[in-house]
């Protein structure tokens, strides 16, 4: 059952250079219990998509333009800004990329979380502090009834994520969206941050939605992937499909440019070189009549850069707005 279904959005920014196309009519479905990975290289869309589930967007500078957000059953895109702030932190609750600066740096850890449980559930200070404690505890954080008074600075980069992710959670959210989560995070405190939020998930029957470039963590997290390009989505399948048969030109990219310990040891002892995608993302101010990613495409056709190619379930499962999928998919073997 769908937890959530975002048909056609599309969110612009309206800047002195123009009209920004930041996402260009991105579609996709997100079950209960489900954890979805959106992928792309920095500007792709994937952030703006995860903001404007949450209707986050800055109205001074951009808007949801068109498109439905439902979220189960209810769109999201016509509610007021405090019905939205209804659902904010208690039904859809976020974990930010770079918690120094969704934290405040004036008020206790203990405060930051009370204040959401306070809110959103209608218990006193007191039981609002104890929810805060538990969540603590719950992520792992020691000495967690000392840690309510401290303040975000004094806590390390990991400690700091947990305590966004207990915050996240602290509502029992049904959805949870986590942008780039472990990002600013060295790999041993990445890997436990991820097994935490799994853990974590599966107590709480929570959908995910997980933006991030890394297709390791893609690997080791969700079930099924949206790839995003120029605000656009280019491919979408199960995690273990799109590994084994990857249909759009640039996902093939963003997998090559992997590093591999099989390719590394068949180099016999060499470091295999990882292959880059070559040019640049294309500006968003200028509308796009054909693939986006026909200019640094190798198997760019002039049919590419005119005709706008469609998605298309070429396997199934598994879509992709490619016109020459068949040749991508024989080389890829």
């Not at 780039?180 to 436990?192: C, K, M, N, R, S």
């Not at 491919?235 to 996902?251: D, K, R």
């Not at 963003?254 to 880059?276: K, S, T, V, Y």
Request: hydrophobic residues 40%; proline residues 5%.
């Amino acid at each position: 059952m769908s937890i959530l279904q975002v048909r056609d959005l599309h969110t612009q920014f309206f800047t002195q250079d123009g009209v920004v196309r930041a996402v260009d009519g991105v579609s996709f479905d997100l079950d209960q219990g489900e954890t979805l990975a959106i992928v792309g290289e920095s500007g792709c869309g994937k952030s703006v998509t995860a903001m404007s589930i949450l209707r986050l967007i800055q109205a001074e500078t951009g808007r949801i333009v068109s498109g439905s957000i439902k979220f189960e059953g209810r769109e999201l895109t016509t509610l007021t800004e405090e019905q939205m702030r209804g659902i904010r932190g208690h039904d859809i609750s976020m974990i930010f990329q770079e918690p120094m600066t969704s934290l405040n740096p004036v008020l206790t850890i203990g405060t930051q979380i009370a204040e959401n449980v306070v809110r959103h559930l209608g218990v006193s200070w007191q039981e609002g502090l104890n929810r805060a404690q538990e969540m603590l505890e719950l992520v792992k954080i020691s000495d967690a009834k000392r840690r309510l008074d401290e303040y975000p600075h004094q806590l390390s980069g990991g400690m700091r994520q947990r305590v966004m992710i207990a915050m996240a959670l602290a509502c029992r959210p049904k959805l949870l969206i986590a942008d780039e989560p472990t990002t600013a995070l060295d790999v041993t405190i990445q890997a436990q941050i991820l097994d935490l939020m799994l853990e974590l998930k599966e107590k709480i029957d929570a959908a995910i939605v997980m933006i991030t470039h890394d297709l390791g963590v893609v690997a080791e997290t969700a079930q099924r992937v949206v790839v995003m390009y120029a605000g656009r989505k280019v491919e979408e399948a199960t995690v273990g499909e799109l590994f084994a048969h990857p249909m759009h030109p640039y996902t093939r990219g963003l997998m090559r440019a992997i590093p591999r310990l099989d390719i590394d040891a068949e180099a016999e002892g060499r470091r295999a070189r990882l292959q880059e995608i070559p040019g640049m993302v294309p500006v968003l101010t200028q509308p796009i009549p054909g693939c986006a990613f026909a200019p640094r495409c190798p198997f760019a056709t002039e049919k590419c850069t005119a005709e706008r190619p469609p998605l298309v379930e070429n396997r199934p499962g598994h879509i992709a707005a490619c016109w020459h999928t068949d040749r991508v998919l024989e080389q890829a073997a």
